[in-house]
């Protein structure tokens, strides 16, 4: 079986730092991947891990850590346009096809 | 903008209209998906096209028919539709079904039955 978990919603200020957890429990984990999706519109890829550590892209990082199955994105600087649902996903074995998590709301405040 | 292109971009039809849904990729990709979503639910994977051929079927009802002409193109014909089938339908495409790369979503066909 499979279960990616990660917070329903999560609020923070204009400017400041955001960490966004996940936590799964896959057979056959491959690599995890983070998605941005605005209200109504398609999922836009952001990051993708496959071996421990950090990746770094601009304002968005991304850690795995395989041994715990968990994974967090962080966002830098925000800004009011990072409103949006981050979904967390996962691909398994020699399987293309992603499993995603529930996804977090963020709402970014002045 | 997306590389992946999906048409139409709103969908409305009736319970007994036949229609279809295409998707559109040029950057080479050799697998082709179908995910279906739910307002504040996550995508849920349809079907998987590795290289034309159907690879993945999640035990979708078969009024919904999908159809891989060739490698650019992917289609997704509706009948009988059911009231709960509207969603947003998501087209994506990755470089080859078993590399591991991340999937690139078409802006989606928002489907309305009634």
């Known amino acids: 079986g499979q279960n990616i978990d990660q917070p329903t919603e999560m609020t923070a200020t204009e400017g400041a730092i955001v960490q966004i957890n996940c936590t799964y429990q896959?057979?056959?984990?491959?690599?995890l991947f983070w998605y941005q999706q605005h209200a109504g519109e398609a999922p836009t890829f952001l990051s993708y891990n496959v071996l421990d550590g950090l990746e770094e892209k601009g304002r968005f990082s991304s850690f795995l850590s395989r041994s715990k199955g968990y994974s967090y994105l962080l966002l830098k600087e925000l800004q009011m346009k990072d409103s949006a649902s981050y979904l967390c996903?996962?691909?398994?074995?020699?399987?293309?096809?992603?499993?995603f998590g529930k996804g977090t709301k963020l709402s970014v405040k002045p | 903008d997306t590389e992946v292109t999906q048409t139409p971009k709103h969908l409305v039809m009736g319970m007994t209209n036949k229609k279809s849904l295409k998707c559109e990729q040029h950057m080479g990709h050799r697998a082709m998906y179908w995910y279906k979503q739910k307002a504040k639910k996550p995508p849920e994977l349809m079907f998987v096209y590795s290289y034309e051929k159907l690879s993945i079927n999640e035990s979708v009802p078969s009024r919904f028919s999908p159809e891989c002409p060739n490698s650019s193109l992917l289609n997704l014909h509706l009948h009988a539709l059911q009231p709960e089938d509207s969603a947003l339908y998501l087209c994506?495409?990755?470089?080859?079904?078993?590399?591991?790369?991340?999937?690139?979503f078409g802006n989606g066909t928002r489907l309305t039955v009634t």
């Open positions: 996903a996962c691909s398994r074995g020699s399987q293309g096809n992603l499993i």
């Open positions: 896959t057979s056959g984990f491959n690599g």
């Open positions: 994506a495409s990755s470089q080859d079904y078993a590399g591991g790369g991340p999937l690139h």
